[in-house]
């Protein structure tokens, strides 16, 4: 009991602490702003519980499904503790070039008030905005820390102890995807500083998420009966439904992430939608041609292509632009998810690299391309003035190589812990009776 009370006793100032500080610059706050971020904020976490965990589970066998989902789901719960407590502070504090600082540990001080200024988009643009308070930035990107490791369970569907599953996912959101946010959103970030463009979240969220589920598959090996069993989905209906959930929660995703309701939230929105249907069409179509037959889950797969490609450059391109990125993502990422990975023969189970590290790649080396002036115009971009180039893609091949090495290594690190301490994986028999009765006592229908 007594040492029950010196811990009390400890954490109780810490929490005291994380008293906000409002007021002092409650007149920067813009109602329509914060009105819009709010609902933004609403979408993305419906991209995870339930899109993702609908998208996920609909392409999953019957005895997986309710494992699948709870993965989503439990993501979702822990991440939110683990933002709230040093994941917010690593990310989006001053720091250093590659870390954070512990300003915010427990949200520490947040209101209304900002202590420094925050990097719109990072590099190309230096818009600095306070026009919301900052409980607010830090709920929207709360939502994009839990999508980002959910994204990775795609990967490893059927196999994974959802014992290590909560371990390894709670680790790499403080060891990668919270100091990568920094080096790319952070205004002292390494990534900002060099001039890397994601509008986004192309090398935050998707190539990171797509390298880990790589490294994940590979170092948990294939599903029992990988290449012999029938693995179809169970329920394609399920994985419609997911998929346009993450359809429309990407509007927030992308025209979100421009932190005000006005021109360039349009612009991202418009961008979004275009590349999308692009890529369904373009996928659908590359499906077609290749096995005579266009697929349900071709064209949902495709529109998740297109909406992961976009994603850096949304706030940093034309309408013309993001046809282009989206015909090209629907192409390579169906190439990627079928041709490339049956020559390798690595078992990603839900196409989390082929098609949102794949993706990402295309659409944070597109962004190099295509960006343009009058989107991110500044005083030293005026308007007009095209920014895309060689010198801009030498950065977005910088920020592209630097988060495949990180967040390769690093995941590969935690695996080999996590596995020393509770194991990565069940049993071949567990396996073959379904996680859901296995893991959690019980069954769909």
Same mark, same amino acid.
């Given at each position: ?9 400890? /954490? ?43 998208? #996920? ?14 993965? =989503? ?29 512990? =300003? ?30 900052? !409980? ?26 959802? =014992? ?12 990668? #995807? ?9 205004? !002292? ?14 090398? @935050? ?22 290449? *012999? ?18 359809? /429309? ?7 979100? =992430? ?13 961008? !979004? *939608? ?9 996928? !659908? ?18 529109? @998740? ?11 940093? /391109? ?12 629907? @192409?390579?990422? #169906?190439? &990627? ?26 659409? &944070? ?20 003035? #095209?920014?895309?180039?060689?010198? *801009? ?34 049993? *071949? ?7 859901? /009765? ?8």
């Amino acid at each position: 009991m007594r040492n029950l009370l010196r811990r009390a006793a400890w /954490v109780l100032p810490m929490l005291l602490a994380s008293a906000p500080a409002f007021a002092e610059e409650a007149a920067k706050v813009d109602s329509g702003d914060t009105a819009w971020m709010l609902t933004s904020t609403a979408l993305v976490l419906l991209m995870t519980v339930p899109g993702v965990a609908l998208f #996920y589970g609909g392409m999953v066998r019957k005895k997986t499904v309710l494992a699948t989902m709870m993965q =989503s789901f439990m993501i979702t719960a822990l991440i939110t503790v683990v933002w709230m407590v040093a994941g917010y502070s690593i990310a989006f504090t001053n720091g250093n070039a590659y870390f954070g600082d512990f =300003s915010r540990f427990l949200l520490s001080g947040i209101g209304d008030k900002w202590d420094q200024p925050f990097v719109l988009g990072a590099g190309t643009d230096a818009a600095v905005t306070n026009t919301i308070p900052e !409980t607010v930035f830090m709920m929207f990107q709360m939502t994009f820390a839990i999508i980002t490791p959910a994204l990775i369970t795609g990967a490893v569907a059927d196999r994974m102890k959802f =014992s290590a599953m909560c371990v390894f996912m709670v680790l790499w959101s403080l060891l990668v #995807y919270a100091p990568i946010a920094h080096w790319v959103w952070a205004p !002292t970030g390494w990534l900002a500083a060099l001039g890397a463009a994601d509008f986004a979240g192309g090398t @935050v969220v998707h190539i990171n998420a797509g390298v880990a589920g790589l490294v994940c598959c590979l170092v948990l090996g294939k599903r029992v009966g990988y290449g *012999q069993d029938n693995m179809a989905p169970h329920n394609l209906a399920f994985a419609v439904i997911g998929a346009s959930l993450l359809w /429309v929660g990407w509007f927030g995703f992308n025209a979100g =992430s421009a932190l005000s309701a006005g021109g360039r939230a349009g612009m991202a929105m418009a961008a !979004t *939608q275009i590349a999308t249907g692009a890529a369904a069409v373009s996928w !659908t179509f590359a499906e077609w041609i290749a096995k005579g037959k266009p697929s349900v889950l071709g064209a949902i797969s495709g529109a @998740v292509a297109g909406l992961v490609a976009i994603t850096p450059a949304s706030g940093f /391109v034309l309408p013309g632009p993001a046809l282009i990125i989206g015909i090209l993502a629907g @192409v390579i990422c #169906y190439w &990627a998810a079928t041709t490339v990975k049956h020559l390798l023969g690595y078992d990603d189970s839900l196409d989390a690299f082929g098609v949102h590290g794949v993706g990402g790649i295309v659409g &944070a080396l597109l962004t190099g391309v295509f960006a343009y002036g009058p989107l991110s115009a500044d005083k030293d971009h005026p308007a007009g003035i #095209y920014i895309g180039g060689l010198e *801009q893609f030498g950065h977005q091949l910088v920020a592209v190589a630097a988060t495949l090495v990180y967040t390769a290594i690093v995941t590969f690190i935690l695996l080999l812990i996590v596995n020393a301490i509770i194991g990565l994986r069940v049993s *071949q028999e567990e396996e073959r009776e379904g996680l859901d /009765v296995v893991l959690h006592g019980e069954r769909l229908g």
